[in-house]
């Protein structure tokens, strides 16, 4: 009965992750493309799970519903990696630099600057 409430805990953190705006990749990205990517992943996922739930009779449809929400996982899993790969932090970049919204700040220096100050440190 515990490795059941364990599992059930583990899958509602994990879904938290996904939901809340505040800790999925998405939050990387300015409010008006965070805003439009999750309206995308919406739409596909009622579609997803129309497909699924909707058309339950036929063993066709089925397959095709859950062919339809398989993919959905790896798409909205691919969305995320590509958020994540595009707005994410520099390799390099210090968190404090960051502002709250986790986007840059303007006197985040450009890759040319940090290899002279590295040149200029290292003689």
């Known amino acids: 009965m515990y490795a059941v409430l364990k599992f059930i805990y583990f899958l ?11 800790l999925n990749p998405l939050r990387l990205a300015p409010p008006h493309i965070r805003y439009f990517a999750t309206i995308i992943l919406a739409c596909f996922w009622c579609l ?11 063993i066709g449809y089925n397959m095709l519903g859950h062919i339809a929400v398989i ?8 969305v995320f990696k590509q958020f994540n790969r595009i707005y994410g ?12 919204d ?22």
């Not at 997803?48 to 036929?58: H, R, W």
């Not at 993919?71 to 691919?78: D, E, G, L, Q, Y």
Request: aromatic residues 10%; positive net charge; contains cysteine.
């Open 71 to 78: 993919s959905m996982v790896f798409v909205t899993w691919a």
């Open 89 to 100: 932090p520099r390799e390099g970049t210090q968190d404090w630099l960051r502002t709250p």
């Open 12 to 22: 509602l953190k994990k879904v938290r992750y996904v939901l809340d705006p505040n």
């Open 102 to 123: 986790r986007s840059s700040r303007c006197d985040e220096m450009t890759d040319e600057e940090r290899i002279s100050k590295v040149k200029e440190l290292s003689k």
């Open 48 to 58: 997803a799970f129309g497909l699924y739930i909707g058309q339950f009779q036929l």
